[in-house]
């Protein structure tokens, strides 16, 4: 009795998995057959992917300007202006390099012309989002990439991007080379000056 319940079971068992089998093999037409009628497939071709939100009928001059305050690094953009449309995805790279015998850190603060212009103006990926470590005559190039929104007021054709890298406190304090002689002198001085008054 226990021997037939149970092959009741197993055949029950291995018909089901049989009906689960074909079934996952009928997904893959029907699954095709409904990306056809909706248009999904037109979104997964490549040529496809593109952003909508370009304003191609408005183009903004970007400037791009770089300076250091106080800091011996030399630090310029790669070139020193841009045609964008608004909504278009855009990268730039800056040269920086650290002219210096020893390993500095530093802090790029940005500001944009008009000042209005700053709201609309993107930055998905920039070395300014962090301090940078560059070690001695270290040179880098470093991207920036950035959208202007399209709802830039209509009265702006060119935007001014500034960057000025400061130094920051933790970097390696430079090597000393002086001659010893003279490093000594002060203290060959102060022992005289003692004696003399001894």
Same mark, same amino acid.
């Given at each position: &009795? ?22 996952? $093999? ?12 909706? @248009?999904? #497939?037109?979104? &997964?071709? %490549? ?27 030399? $630090? ?6 841009? #045609?964008? =449309? ?19 850190? @530093? ?6 012309? %008009?000042?209005?212009?700053?709201? =609309? ?20 190039? &470093? %991207?920036?990439? $950035? ?5 830039? %007021? ?15 406190? @933790? ?28």
């Amino acid at each position: &009795m226990i021997f037939n319940e149970n092959q009741t079971i197993l055949k029950k068992l291995t018909v089901f998995t049989a009906v689960m089998f074909a079934f996952g $093999f009928a997904l893959v037409p029907i699954y095709q057959k409904i990306c056809e009628v909706t @248009g999904v #497939n037109d979104f &997964m071709r %490549p040529e496809a992917v593109k952003n909508t939100q370009v304003d191609k009928s408005r183009t903004i001059k970007v400037e791009f300007d770089a300076n250091t305050r106080n800091l011996p690094w030399n $630090f310029r953009p790669e070139v020193t202006s841009i #045609n964008v =449309h608004p909504g278009e995805l855009t990268t730039v790279v800056y040269e920086v390099s650290n002219t210096t015998a020893r390993d500095m850190i @530093g802090q790029a603060i940005p500001s944009y012309g %008009p000042s209005q212009a700053a709201e =609309h103006f993107k930055k998905l990926e920039c070395f300014c989002f962090a301090k940078q470590t560059f070690l001695a005559n270290e040179k880098r190039l &470093m %991207p920036v990439v $950035f959208v202007v929104d399209s709802n830039l %007021p209509k009265d702006i054709n060119t935007i001014t991007l500034s960057y000025s890298f400061f130094e920051m406190p @933790g970097g390696v304090p430079a090597v000393n080379t002086a001659p010893a002689g003279k490093l000594d002198s002060p203290k060959t001085s102060a022992a005289t000056l003692d004696k003399s008054e001894s």
